[in-house]
């Protein structure tokens, strides 16, 4: 079954930061574009960064850009999700999942039926 599992989730303050990662099962990192998403409470999930095939092109939506920084590891199959100077918006469950679009700035509009292989998430809350 092609799936990831997160992990890495906490209750954080305004500021803060937070590691989370995902080991994928099932399918290779580097065989398509994947990517990390949230979901906030009564919101979709939505992605929010992305990473391509070969690693070298890295997206950020505008909401975390300058603040997260994606990053994957082809030998262990895991990508990575630093947050810093979290946000109380950045609160919602984490999911790593993969797509079919490319990673650029259009890797956000796509289709729900581009998006998919989720794990079970893993939830940040930035609260004081």
């Known amino acids: 079954q092609l799936r990831f599992v997160e992990s890495g989730g906490g209750t954080v303050q305004p500021g803060g930061s937070l590691s989370l990662s995902c080991v994928a099962y099932?399918?290779?990192?580097?065989?398509?574009?994947i990517g990390w998403f949230r979901q906030g409470q009564g919101n979709e999930r939505e992605p929010i960064a992305c990473?391509?095939?070969?690693?070298?092109?890295?997206n950020y939506r505008d909401p975390v850009k300058g603040r997260f920084v994606l990053s994957k590891d082809s030998a262990k199959n895991m990508m990575y999700l630093q947050m810093n100077d979290l946000k109380p918006w950045d609160t919602g469950t984490y999911y790593c999942?993969?797509?079919?679009?490319?990673?650029?700035?259009?890797?956000?509009?796509?289709?729900?039926?581009?998006?998919?292989?989720w794990g079970q998430g893993t939830q940040v809350t930035v609260s004081s």
């Open positions: 099932g399918l290779n990192v580097d065989s398509q574009t």
């Open positions: 990473i391509s095939m070969s690693g070298r092109t890295i």
């Open positions: 999942g993969t797509s079919s679009r490319y990673c650029s700035g259009t890797f956000y509009y796509g289709g729900r039926d581009e998006y998919g292989n």
